[in-house]
């Protein structure tokens, strides 16, 4: 089995779309042409078929929670861009009901923070919070690695991923990067819209909504990953029950205030609701925050300080833009579905 080592010479190399075909051509991590340096450190977890076959049994088993009810793809769903659609908030274990909303998992080998507050720095260390969050999966991961450990198939499993057959935390944590690494969209519409491929040709309304986007909202869905990584107030008024105050509870900064994660917008047309705490559902709700809704606070982004204004047509055509950034490839792609095997 050959393995993928990905050096930091290399990848600073890359100035095209390069694909780095991991063992027998069945899983592969490409950079688009175009695309930044990815953040995340391959070099410290080569990805390898056997890694990321481990990784995606592992997502889809709920042996990962207490009463093993619960897996990590109850609320990353595939189809919704890993995203989770049932509910407004996450829920967990014996109907248990989280603080936020659950985002999609996309292109996270680019991200250098996770959760709507960053409250994780690193991709490999992200699960401990779900797993140990009593709201969610409301498990040890000392006990995780010992349900795994009874479990003939897993010591078959880790012995092809890493070589022993004994699963520890640190292993369980790299598989599950190795498989999160690999879910990466850039075959959308617009993606191909920007390589002049077939299926990329875009209409007059779609023309004019990339123009309204590249005014009014790409300061903070920078392309091509549609964020850009940073944390912004965008205006919400603070849930009365969650009293949610967002990067704050990590930072202790008052700065933070009502700072949250920009979300990527990487197939938005199916990972509603929207919003951190999931209160909207339709991408028209979301526009008409932004054009009505704002409220104004201390910690209020600048970009937003001047109000947006759009015609009932140019949210037609911006809506409509949005929805070319759909990639049907990566939510119907059988890699990453639940295994069957």
């Not at 920007?194 to 875009?202: A, Q």
């Amino acid at each position: 089995m050959k393995y993928l080592r990905l050096s930091i010479a290399l990848l600073c190399l890359l100035t095209a779309f390069v694909s780095f075909t991991i063992s027998e051509g069945d899983v592969a991590f490409s950079i688009p042409e175009g695309w930044p340096k990815p953040v995340y450190d391959f070099t410290k977890n080569p990805v390898t078929t056997a890694g990321f076959q481990l990784g995606r049994q592992l997502f889809y088993d709920p042996l990962l929670s207490r009463d093993t009810t619960i897996s990590c793809a109850s609320c990353h769903l595939q189809a919704t861009g890993f995203a989770h659609v049932d509910h407004n908030l996450s829920h967990g274990i014996d109907g248990r009901i989280g603080r936020r909303n659950a985002p999609a998992i996309i292109n996270m080998a680019w991200s250098s923070s996770f959760m709507w507050d960053g409250g994780v720095n690193h991709l490999d260390v992200q699960p401990l919070s779900p797993i140990g969050s009593p709201e969610e999966m409301d498990e040890s991961m000392e006990h995780v690695v010992h349900k795994l450990n009874t479990q003939r198939k897993y010591r078959s499993m880790f012995f092809r991923a890493f070589g022993d057959s004994t699963a520890t935390g640190q292993k369980t944590l790299l598989a599950l990067s190795q498989f999160v690494l690999m879910l990466n969209s850039y075959n959308s519409k617009y993606d191909k819209y920007l390589r002049k491929e077939p299926g990329g040709v875009f209409s007059d309304q779609e023309l004019n909504g990339l123009a309204l986007f590249r005014k009014h909202c790409a300061d903070c869905h920078t392309e091509p990953l549609f964020t850009n990584g940073a944390f912004a107030n965008n205006g919400l008024p603070p849930d009365t029950a969650l009293l949610d105050f967002g990067r704050l509870r990590i930072t202790g900064n008052s700065a933070d205030s009502l700072r949250f994660k920009i979300p990527t917008l990487r197939n938005i047309q199916f990972t509603y609701p929207y919003m951190h705490d999931g209160r909207f559902k339709k991408l028209s709700e979301v526009l008409k925050h932004y054009t009505e809704g704002i409220q104004q606070s201390p910690t209020l982004d600048k970009r937003l300080q001047t109000p947006v204004v759009l015609s009932p047509n140019e949210k037609i055509d911006l809506v409509a833009f949005m929805l070319t950034l759909t990639d049907r490839e990566f939510l119907f792609d059988q890699r990453f579905g639940f295994p069957r095997e």
